[in-house]
């Protein structure tokens, strides 16, 4: 059970800071850097994505965020890829300068941003349009806005885009 979806999580790329100067700049340069390694999690959307344009040997599978983190960390990987609020919390949380970027404009038509709602337990029916019109009442403050922006959230699109995406 969902609430209203307020906002999307776009996909991006978590790198050393040290080796992001003129990294990537377009979906050429992403595809043809064939020393490049990019972490994926098992499974994952990325995973799935990437794996159908990139070859084996470039995707380095990890089986969660930290050991995808710590293979950026110690170059045994280019970059990470992830939804961007994770990827932000990763950079934050990093005991090295990590950066976020975003990917490169042709690889997000495989990725796209996707909406992001709250869950609720099936048996709290009966409290969702309550919390829908409270969302809808918060998320018009430009404090609240930022904020989500800040931590890698962007702007829902329109209703009707977001429905023609959903899986």
């Not at 969302?135 to 209703?159: D, K, M, W």
Request: one cysteine or more; glycine letters at 4%.
């Amino acid at each position: 059970l969902f609430a209203e979806p307020c906002v999307q999580v776009e996909p991006g790329m978590l790198t050393r800071t040290d080796m992001t100067e003129g990294h990537w700049r377009s979906e050429e340069d992403f595809l043809l850097r064939s020393w490049d390694r990019i972490a994926v999690l098992t499974g994952s959307v990325e995973h799935r994505e990437l794996s159908a344009i990139l070859p084996d040997e470039r995707l380095f599978t990890v089986a969660d965020v930290y050991a995808g983190r710590s293979a950026v960390m110690d170059g045994s990987v280019s970059a990470l890829t992830l939804t961007m609020p994770t990827l932000k919390w990763l950079a934050n949380t990093a005991p090295v300068e990590l950066t976020v970027a975003r990917l490169p404009a042709g690889i997000t038509q495989r990725l796209p941003a996707m909406p992001s709602a709250f869950a609720f337990h099936p048996d709290d029916t009966n409290r969702l349009p309550d919390w829908n019109r409270a969302q809808a009442t918060v998320l018009q403050y430009p404090e609240v806005s930022s904020l989500l922006q800040e931590l890698g959230f962007t702007p829902l699109l329109s209703r009707t885009a977001t429905q023609e995406i959903r899986p």
